[in-house]
């Protein structure tokens, strides 16, 4: 994020990344921004927080706009299919005016992360586009915590096990358990509720190395039925 308060017009700020993999190396980057104080967003971004998968929303935000010119919103483009938008004039005076802007997120979105930028086009021709960014999370039916299991580092024969957490919105049964080898050893849960934990199990290997394994775990929710977890764990001597 930036603070542009008490800026106008162009700036410009330089920002350093660094990676480590696969070497070490920094890389430069220019950040533009043109700050104008005559267009002022109330709220600053559409925000939705954190939905349910099949939930649908609608936010709302003021644009107004406060100079010398007759401004105008000619049209909002939208990327997202499972967004609707639609902004209507509220008012307009000598000098100023007033849209609001309604944005939709449909049942259809799918779980996962909602980030989106919206081009408002105005009749400015100095500046005709500005964009309002729509964020948002929507959650999947099912949550696993961790889905990539991490289970650390064992000496050769040693064994070694971790849980790891199935949370749903509604109760669920865990159908099946499938895919553990190479040493792993799963333990399907019981029963229909909310949450379960799938105890896993590394029952220990003679040889140094990476030991890996995706687990297929099968439930009866409608949606969301099937999901897996990763699991790994390092043998050294």
């Known amino acids: 994020s930036a603070n542009l308060t008490g800026f106008n017009d162009w700036k410009s700020a330089e920002i350093t990344v660094s990676f ?32 349910s998968r099949g939930q649908e929303m609608t936010k709302e935000l003021d644009i107004e706009y406060a100079g010398l010119t007759p401004w105008k919103i000619l049209s909002v483009t939208n990327p997202n299919p499972n967004i609707d938008v639609n902004f209507e004039e509220m008012y307009r005076r000598p000098g100023q005016a007033g849209y609001k802007l309604k944005v939709n997120l449909k049942s259809s979105a799918p779980a996962g992360t909602v980030k989106e930028a919206l081009i408002v086009e105005t009749n400015d021709p100095g500046v005709p586009q500005f964009q309002v960014i729509v964020s948002g999370q929507v959650q999947p039916d099912l949550i696993v915590t961790p889905s990539n299991l991490t289970m650390g580092t064992v000496k050769p024969g040693q064994s070694i096990s ?16 499938e895919g553990a080898d190479t040493g792993f050893e799963v333990e399907k849960p019981q029963g229909s509720q909310t949450f379960h934990k799938v105890l896993v199990r590394f029952a220990g290997s003679d040889e140094p190395g990476t030991r890996e394994c995706i687990i297929h775990v099968q439930t009866d929710l ?16």
């Open 20 to 51: 480590d993999q696969p070497a070490h190396t920094d890389v430069r980057l220019t950040l533009n921004s043109f700050i104008r104080q005559d267009i002022v967003l109330n709220p600053g971004a559409i925000q939705f927080g954190s939905l």
């Open 222 to 237: 409608a949606d969301e039925s099937a999901t897996e977890i990763k699991a790994s764990v390092q043998v050294v001597r």
């Open 162 to 177: 971790r849980q790891v957490l199935l949370r749903g919105r509604k109760p669920f049964q865990v159908i099946s358990v």
